[in-house]
């Protein structure tokens, strides 16, 4: 104690000093002084100017009595500023994913200086340093040996790094790949089967010899249906109209409510997924053939509005307009959907249609619906689409036979005999070019030269107007040649179009 005092620049008057008790020695970190090393009964008066000495010791009296803790050696500058360095041009890089580990390891040159500053360090540190280092707690902890090769930079702010464009471009992809060798396609074609492809016909009668499944449950939903025709027709007399939704066919089930309840009634049936129907033919089949009206009309708009104005009369009989498909392709426009539903507005006329695409809502908008004022019916059948999918294109199916035929045939019937010549005079120029490899169709001005000779037209305008018609039903194809002008070519194989010539010739036409 002397010894220490002496350090410090006291010397006690009297050479004895009281101790200090062991409660506040185990105690480093308490900041007052127990009483009882402030209490001495046994101390002489001569002495008490010696207490102020003996006290606890102040903050710097503490550091010199405790044990001297080691220095943590800093990290070199250098060194922090090479991983600030590395760790920004990490992230920076993109292809740091395929870097090896190899770039986070230290080179020799980083590992000499932290060697080197790690022994300057410890040089000025007393060489009787304990290795362990009392807490706050009075735990005993010990200090590292060692300081990490890997220290961060702490007080200084880290610069942040440029941001990745990680956003994908499609087209360097395909630039990419279309730099490539072509790739050769397969001549794997189905020319190359050795079954041929089926005719409509054939593969009509080869599909009605398979067995149906479940005919006894199709029969009995058919047989409930049934029981609801006396509803039907309650509801389409009061002014609504019937929307039959549902899976399989619904074509029998409304040709069965045809023939036990609409005998008495006029009423017009319109196969909806005919590809060459046209609203145009609706019309006049019911002006024509159920009005019997023998005038003609300047555009659609009127003959439409004669048709409602007619069956506005209450006095009239009604008309049932039974749709298969009303959501067919020729007519899901919007030209079809308008006149269709102006029709069902019509107080004497009542429609009853059927709907199989999932879509087919998409095509009625608010004034259609209204128009319709439609109740939709669930008629589920599950009945294959055998008639509603006849007219598909498929590839196993050779469509230029005799189906392609009919349906020409069907078209040309409903044609007055000027664009019924029309249509015979390009029908006999094409076969005439059937070996002509390089022909794309009959120029538009040959076209009216020769139906001006043969008496078919009287203007170009008139020439137009009927083939407009037959593109309308499929019936032409029109486009663009090398110099600008207008070809005209019928769509059929030249095998199809000389039998329609030849029977057409034979009816004396």
Same mark, same amino acid.
């Given at each position: 104690?002397?010894?220490?005092?002496?350090?410090?620049?006291?010397?006690?008057?009297?050479?004895?000093?009281?101790?200090?008790?062991?409660?506040?020695?185990?105690?480093?970190?308490?900041?007052?002084?127990?009483?009882?090393?402030?209490?001495?009964?046994?101390?002489?008066?001569?002495?008490?100017?010696?207490?102020?000495?003996?006290?606890?010791?102040?903050?710097?009296?503490?550091?010199?009595?405790?044990?001297?803790?080691?220095?943590?050696?800093?990290?070199?500058?250098?060194?922090?500023?090479?991983?600030?360095?590395?760790?920004?041009?990490?992230?920076?890089?993109?292809?740091?994913?395929?870097?090896?580990?190899?770039?986070?390891?230290?080179?020799? #040159?980083?590992?000499?200086?932290?060697?080197?500053?790690?022994?300057?360090?410890?040089? &000025? @540190? +007393? %060489? !009787? /340093? $304990? #290795?362990?280092?009392?807490?706050?707690?009075?735990?005993?902890?010990?200090?590292?040996? &060692? @300081? +990490? %090769? !890997? /220290? $961060? #930079?702490?007080?200084?702010?880290?610069?942040?790094?440029?941001?990745?464009?990680?956003?994908?471009?499609?087209?360097?992809?395909?630039?990419?790949?279309?730099?490539?060798?072509?790739?050769?396609?397969?001549?794997?074609?189905?020319?190359?089967?050795?079954?041929?492809?089926?005719?409509?016909?054939?593969?009509?009668?080869?599909?009605?010899?398979?067995?149906?499944?479940?005919?006894?449950?199709?029969?009995?939903?058919?047989?409930?249906?049934?029981?609801?025709?006396?509803?039907?027709?309650?509801?389409?007399?009061?002014?609504?109209?019937?929307?039959?939704?549902?899976?399989?066919?619904?074509?029998?089930?409304?040709?069965?409510?045809?023939?036990?309840?609409?005998?008495?009634?006029?009423?017009?049936?319109?196969?909806?997924?005919?590809?060459?129907?046209?609203?145009?033919?609706?019309?006049?089949?019911?002006?024509?053939?159920?009005?019997?009206?023998?005038?003609?009309?300047?555009?659609?708009?009127?003959?439409?509005?004669?048709?409602?104005?007619?069956?506005?009369?209450?006095?009239?009989?009604?008309?049932?307009?039974?749709?298969?498909?009303?959501?067919?392709?020729?007519?899901?426009?919007?030209?079809?959907?308008?006149?269709?539903?102006?029709?069902?507005?019509?107080?004497?006329?009542?429609?009853?249609?059927?709907?199989?695409?999932?879509?087919?809502?998409?095509?009625?908008?608010?004034?259609?619906?209204?128009?319709?004022?439609?109740?939709?019916?669930?008629?589920?059948?599950?009945?294959?689409?055998?008639?509603?999918?006849?007219?598909?294109?498929?590839?196993?199916?050779?469509?230029?036979?005799?189906?392609?035929?009919?349906?020409?045939?069907?078209?040309?019937?409903?044609?007055?005999?000027?664009?019924?010549?029309?249509?015979?005079?390009?029908?006999?120029?094409?076969?005439?070019?059937?070996?002509?490899?390089?022909?794309?169709?009959?120029?538009?001005?040959?076209?009216?030269?020769?139906?001006?000779?043969?008496?078919?037209?009287?203007?170009?305008?008139?020439?137009?107007?009927?083939?407009?018609?037959?593109?309308?039903?499929?019936?032409?194809?029109?486009?663009?040649?090398?110099?600008?002008?207008?070809?005209?070519?019928?769509?059929?194989?030249?095998?199809?179009?000389?039998?329609?010539?030849?029977?057409?010739?034979?009816?004396?036409?």
């Amino acid at each position: 104690q002397i010894e220490s005092a002496k350090k410090f620049g006291h010397i006690p008057t009297t050479p004895k000093t009281p101790k200090t008790p062991r409660s506040a020695m185990k105690q480093f970190g308490t900041p007052k002084t127990p009483k009882s090393a402030l209490k001495q009964p046994n101390t002489p008066k001569s002495a008490s100017k010696s207490v102020t000495i003996v006290n606890t010791p102040s903050s710097k009296t503490r550091r010199s009595l405790l044990p001297e803790v080691v220095d943590m050696p800093k990290t070199p500058y250098s060194f922090r500023k090479r991983v600030s360095n590395r760790i920004q041009k990490i992230v920076c890089d993109e292809d740091s994913s395929s870097d090896d580990e190899s770039d986070f390891e230290l080179s020799e #040159s980083d590992e000499d200086d932290t060697k080197e500053n790690n022994m300057n360090d410890r040089n &000025k @540190t +007393p %060489s !009787k /340093t $304990p #290795s362990k280092t009392p807490t706050k707690s009075g735990r005993v902890t010990k200090t590292p040996a &060692k @300081t +990490p %090769s !890997k /220290t $961060p #930079s702490r007080g200084r702010p880290r610069k942040k790094g440029k941001d990745v464009d990680m956003v994908a471009n499609t087209d360097e992809y395909f630039t990419a790949n279309s730099e490539q060798e072509k790739i050769a396609t397969s001549d794997h074609t189905l020319g190359r089967l050795a079954t041929p492809r089926l005719a409509p016909d054939v593969l009509k009668s080869l599909l009605s010899d398979l067995p149906s499944a479940h005919v006894k449950e199709i029969k009995t939903i058919i047989e409930e249906h049934v029981g609801d025709f006396h509803h039907w027709m309650t509801l389409l007399c009061e002014g609504f109209s019937m929307f039959l939704y549902g899976l399989g066919s619904k074509r029998n089930l409304i040709s069965q409510f045809q023939q036990m309840f609409l005998n008495d009634y006029d009423h017009l049936v319109i196969n909806g997924f005919f590809p060459s129907l046209t609203i145009k033919s609706i019309l006049n089949n019911i002006t024509q053939d159920i009005l019997e009206y023998g005038g003609n009309f300047h555009s659609v708009q009127d003959q439409m509005d004669y048709i409602c104005n007619h069956y506005s009369n209450p006095s009239v009989d009604q008309l049932f307009l039974l749709i298969h498909n009303l959501d067919g392709a020729m007519l899901r426009t919007e030209k079809s959907q308008s006149v269709l539903a102006h029709l069902a507005q019509a107080p004497r006329i009542c429609v009853i249609a059927s709907i199989d695409h999932i879509n087919a809502p998409l095509i009625f908008d608010g004034s259609k619906v209204s128009q319709y004022n439609a109740i939709w019916w669930d008629a589920t059948t599950l009945i294959a689409y055998s008639e509603e999918t006849g007219y598909e294109n498929s590839l196993m199916v050779h469509n230029s036979g005799s189906l392609a035929l009919s349906s020409l045939i069907h078209v040309f019937k409903s044609l007055t005999p000027n664009a019924k010549g029309i249509f015979l005079l390009l029908a006999r120029y094409q076969l005439d070019q059937k070996d002509n490899s390089n022909y794309r169709g009959m120029a538009f001005n040959d076209m009216y030269q020769r139906c001006r000779e043969a008496f078919l037209v009287n203007s170009d305008l008139t020439l137009r107007a009927q083939l407009t018609e037959f593109r309308d039903h499929k019936l032409l194809n029109t486009k663009k040649g090398s110099d600008g002008s207008e070809l005209l070519l019928i769509p059929l194989e030249a095998s199809t179009l000389q039998e329609f010539v030849d029977q057409q010739e034979q009816e004396g036409l």
